[in-house]
């Protein structure tokens, strides 16, 4: 061998050499991941509404007549008893006036068509029609005197005003409501459900109630469900009671309502999600660590909104939504920003 060949061949063993260098680290995937529970169908699901009392009464004057005071507004708290508001106190004095004039006539007449009587004057039927005539005065003397207290309104329970629908000065027939009064005690939230809904809940489900305010959460459970849809809205008027409602829980304030009626309840996911296996639809899921875990699941439907699965997944869990058939068991991931 020549010293030529000879260098040529050290040469060649020492490129091959220099390229064996260590494999390139296997890249991460960077992946879409949802949390299972949080798309768009599972909060469809989800139903806004307010917070209102259990009993709501409208209170109002039982005659007609032209306000003239209103000692409480909106938001007062009031008790059983407390005096509201007044009317003009003028055409009902004078009606029990009037009404007393005549009873003392009455009065009058009996006594003496008694006296009459006892001296054989007159007859039994003439004393009647005075006896008679005595009850029915006695009776408007009763009635003038409950005019004059019904003009005077109080409230008949606990509660806070909530809604004020009289102003001094304002002409009030008898029976038109002055003010609105949510009883103490049991709160409720006032919701509207889709017809889309109504076959799977009934009364007596229980609810998970969310305030708005505070994020504070409460036990609910369906207590009254329409049974026709509104005419105008084609949604069916629903109350859900708090069970475990504080002082916190204020009228008018806004709720989230939440149905958790069932073993577990059905969880929306993209169709993208969807990973055939088989003959059987399955999930990427998220581990920890970012390892992906493909796990079995049932469809109970498959919408435009989504496939819902109904068993195989829990709320709150990661898994892949897009580009799931790309994937491998294993793999290492990373969320796309």
Known sequence: MTYRTLAVLVATIALCACGESAPPPHEVTVVKIIVAGTTAADAARSYSGEVHARYEVPLSFRIGGKLVERKVDAGAHVTAGQLL??????????????????????????????????????????????????????????????????????????????????????????????FRIAQDGEREVAISLPESVITGIKVGDEAAVTLWSGGKAYRGRLRELAPAADPTTRTFAARVSLLNADASVALGMTATVRFTAGKQPALAIPLSAVFQQGDRPAVWVVGQDLTLTLRPVAVSAYTDAGATVADGLQPGERIVAAGVHKLTAGQKVRALQ
């Open 85 to 178: 508001a007044r009317l003009d106190p003028a055409d009902v004095a004078l009606q029990s006036a009037q009404a007393q004039s005549q009873l003392v006539l009455a009065q009058a007449d009996a006594k003496r068509y008694r006296d009459l009587r006892a001296q054989n004057f007159v007859s039994s039927a003439a004393l009647d029609a005075k006896e008679t005539a005595l009850k029915a005065a006695e009776s408007q003397a009763g009635i003038a005197r409950n005019q004059s207290a019904y003009a005077q309104l109080a409230a008949d329970r606990p509660g806070v005003i909530a809604a004020v629908l009289g102003e001094p000065g304002q002409v009030v027939a008898s029976g038109q409501p002055v």
